[in-house]
Nanobody, 122 residues
Framework: VQLQASGGGLVQPGGSLRLSCVTSERTNKWFGVGWFRRAPGKDRELVSA????????YYDDSVKGRFAISRDLSEGTVHLQMNSLKPEDTAVYYC????????????????WGQGTQVTVSS
């Protein structure tokens, strides 16, 4: 699976951004997708994940209630709506795919898109 992430940018605290991840698969959709981020000086972490049809989702505690992941099977895209952004959300965000239907383990993600920079600053 090939993935391409987009939608990052510079936003003020409290603002919103919508990240998009386009996957190359249009027929085989039975795989989970996750959004990860790497902040400066920190390890990469899982922010949110969805199973193959959006029926099961995961959110890190730091983003619960602010971020929402969604999946459009017909278009092969996964979106991450990010609201009430905080400076600590500043990071490079990556989307990734796992061969499993769903996973919360980074080691199970084997296909990665390029990162998109999100900067939250006034």
């Amino acid at each position: 699976v090939q993935l391409q992430a987009s939608g990052g940018g510079l936003v003020q605290p409290g603002g919103s951004l919508r990240l998009s991840c386009v996957t190359s698969e249009r027929t085989n959709k039975w795989f989970g997708v996750g959004w990860f981020r790497r902040a400066p000086g920190k390890d990469r972490e899982l922010v949110s994940a969805t199973d193959w049809n959006g029926g099961r989702t995961y959110y890190d505690d730091s983003v619960k209630g602010r971020f929402a992941i969604s999946r459009d099977l017909s278009e092969g895209t996964v979106h991450l709506q990010m609201n009430s952004l905080k400076p600590e959300d500043t990071a490079v965000y990556y989307c990734a795919a796992t061969r499993r239907l769903y996973s919360e383990l980074e080691k199970e993600y084997n296909s990665w898109g390029q990162g998109t920079q999100v900067t939250v600053s006034s």
